[in-house]
C-alpha cells in the first residue's frame, strides 16, 4: 500500500514537471522607431543576451519583437522593456502570449 502511494507520487511529480516544460512562453511587444536591419540586429543582439532568453524575432515591417524563455525560466517584461529602450526604440505595448517564437513569426509572417 505504501509503495503504491510512492508510485502514485512519483507519478503525478512526473506529469507536473512535464506539463510545466511543455508550456513556451513568449514576451511580445509593439516597437516604434526600427527602420533598418541595424535595428533590428542591435535589438536581437541584446535580448539575446539576456540569461532567460531562448530565442528572438523581429519584425521590422510588422513593428513587433518577440522573446521566447527558455525551459524553466521567466522572462523578465520589464528588463526587456528597458533593453529594448536602451537600444533607442520605443516600446508601445508588451504582453506575454503562450506562444514560441516560432509560432509569433509564422502568424507575422501568415498575417500580411
Ligand atoms: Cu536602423
Known sequence: MKSFTLQFIAISL??????T???????????????????A????????????????????KKKIVAVE???GQTLDG????HEIREAGYDVTRLETVPQSVADIRAQTKAAK
Open 14 to 19: 512526473a506529469a507536473a514537471f512535464s506539463s
Open 41 to 60: 540586429q542591435g535589438i536581437e543582439k541584446r535580448l539575446s543576451n539576456m540569461p532567460a532568453t531562448k530565442a528572438v524575432f523581429v519584425d521590422l
Open 69 to 71: 524563455a527558455r525551459e
Open 21 to 39: 516544460a511543455m508550456a513556451t512562453e513568449s514576451i511580445k511587444a509593439s516597437v516604434n522607431g526600427m527602420v533598418c536591419a541595424f535595428c
Open 78 to 81: 520589464e528588463a526587456i522593456r
